[in-house]
């Protein structure tokens, strides 16, 4: 009898996976998210404040202050060194790596924050899409290919008003929902 349960539940469980695997999935009316057309890493190299953000589970303990730095490490592969302040006025430091998907000058790159043993596990990558970058590299918008996460950075802890709703027009046009977003904090 045991047998015959399970060829029943197995295949409840199959068609459960295979139905979930779609939920990331864009539908029909969503156009796929777009990247900018070319990425010139050593422009890109070094601090980037986070003037906002779509809420996520792994910057929650985050007030203010946010940044990252990027640099170059010696396998041509880029160090990042992410930094907030925490209620307890504490900075939190992580720091991770990120790597380009593709060409030299490609705008879709992965990073990581888990150890570097584990780089091996696809599951530690995450997407980093440059998908706005204005031409003097000062400002940037950032998100993954699902439109679950995004961030908005500026070489300056403040942003121009006028950039700023410039650049969420934009994003509404590729679909976003600005209204997510949650700005940062930038104080001494």
Known sequence: MAAYLFKPLSLVILIA????????????DTAPVKTISTLDVPRYL???YEIAKF???FQKKCIGNTKAV???????NLQVLNSCKIASGEV??????????????????????????????????????VIDLDSQYQV???????????WVLSRTPQLDPKVYDDLLQRLQ????????????????
Do not use: C, H
């Open 92 to 129: 939190s430091i992580a720091q991770g790596a990120a790597r380009q998907i593709g060409p030299t000058d490609s705008p879709k790159l992965e990073v990581r924050f888990a150890p570097e043993w584990l780089s091996f596990l696809p599951m530690v990558w995450g997407d980093y899409w």
């Open 70 to 76: 990027y640099s170059l490490k010696a396998d041509g």
């Open 140 to 150: 940037a918008a950032v998100s993954d290919p699902r439109r679950e996460y995004l």
């Open 46 to 48: 070094g601090t980037w």
């Open 55 to 57: 809420p996520n589970w």
């Open 173 to 188: 046009k590729q679909q976003f929902d600005t209204a997510k977003l949650e700005t940062t904090s930038q104080k001494n």
């Open 17 to 28: 996976i295979l139905g979930s695997s779609n939920l990331g999935a864009q539908t029909n």
